[in-house]
T-cell receptor
Framework: QQPVQSPQAVILREGEDAVINCSSSKALYSVHWYRQKHGEAPVFLMILLKGGEQKGHEKISASFNEKKQQSSLYLTASQLSYSGTYFC?????????????FGTGTRLLVSP | GAVVSQHPSRVICKSGTSVKIECRSLDFQATTMFWYRQFPKQSLMLMAT?????????EQGVEKDKFLINHASLTLSTLTVTSAHPEDSSFYIC??????????FGSGTRLTVV
């Protein structure tokens, strides 16, 4: 049930780009993306509600392919502050309940 | 924006004792709250869904008698780790829903059982 993210870890030099993928075995209602620094709570980046939707936030954007049950997060011209662990969250809904399930995570390190 | 306050941020307890963690929605009413647990270098795993005025719904493999959840009001949910043991040491974090797709997280509680 937990979405699988790839890659598990990536190391970048400042200014380089990266793509993080999130794949679910279940139908997705929405996809959320978070970044977590060590020892802190996850910080919300963006949510994609519709299949095929793309969203952007500064140099961070994401796409959502509802049919393939996949989402990708794009980091362009990475900055040192982008370092952390990125999680996708897939929202599962059914009659009377909804919940957010986090993916396996991708650790990103941006070096000078 | 929506704020969820979680206390304590850190707690150290002796093995065999119980620890209570509070999660409060400060500027909105939360009929549903969620409790997650995160071990080092792992993902956040959903433990249970807390519903105001009713019993919590636990995820498979989570012991409901060990992790007691109470959601007595629209702004407060508590998680009590009973008879804590070192393997319960983890980062516990709560979340509440505000609006469509709006999951707001508390700041987390680092529990260390010695």
């Amino acid at each position: 049930q937990q979405p699988v993210q790839s890659p598990q870890a990536v190391i970048l030099r400042e200014g380089e780009d990266a793509v993080i993928n999130c794949s679910s075995s279940k139908a997705l209602y929405s996809v959320h993306w978070y970044r977590q620094k060590h020892g802190e709570a996850p910080v919300f980046l963006m949510i994609l509600l519709k299949g095929g939707e793309q969203k952007g936030h500064e140099k961070i954007s994401a796409s959502f392919n509802e049919k393939k049950q996949q989402s990708s997060l794009y980091l362009t011209a990475s900055q040192l502050s982008y370092s952390g662990t990125y999680f996708c969250g897939t929202e599962i809904r059914n009659t009377g309940f909804q919940k957010l399930v986090f993916g396996t995570g991708t650790r990103l390190l941006v070096s000078p | 924006g929506a704020v969820v306050s979680q206390h304590p941020s850190r707690v150290i307890c002796k093995s065999g004792t119980s620890v209570k963690i509070e999660c409060r929605s400060l500027d909105f009413q939360a009929t549903t709250m969620f409790w997650y647990r995160q071990f080092p270098k792992q993902s956040l795993m959903l433990m249970a869904t807390s519903n105001e005025g009713s019993k919590a719904t636990y995820e498979q493999g989570v012991e409901k008698d060990k992790f007691l959840i109470n959601h007595a009001s629209l702004t407060l949910s508590t998680l009590t780790v009973t008879s804590a043991h070192p393997e319960d040491s983890s980062f516990y974090i709560c979340s509440a829903i505000r609006g469509p797709g709006g999951y707001t997280f508390g700041s987390g509680t680092r529990l260390t059982v010695v």
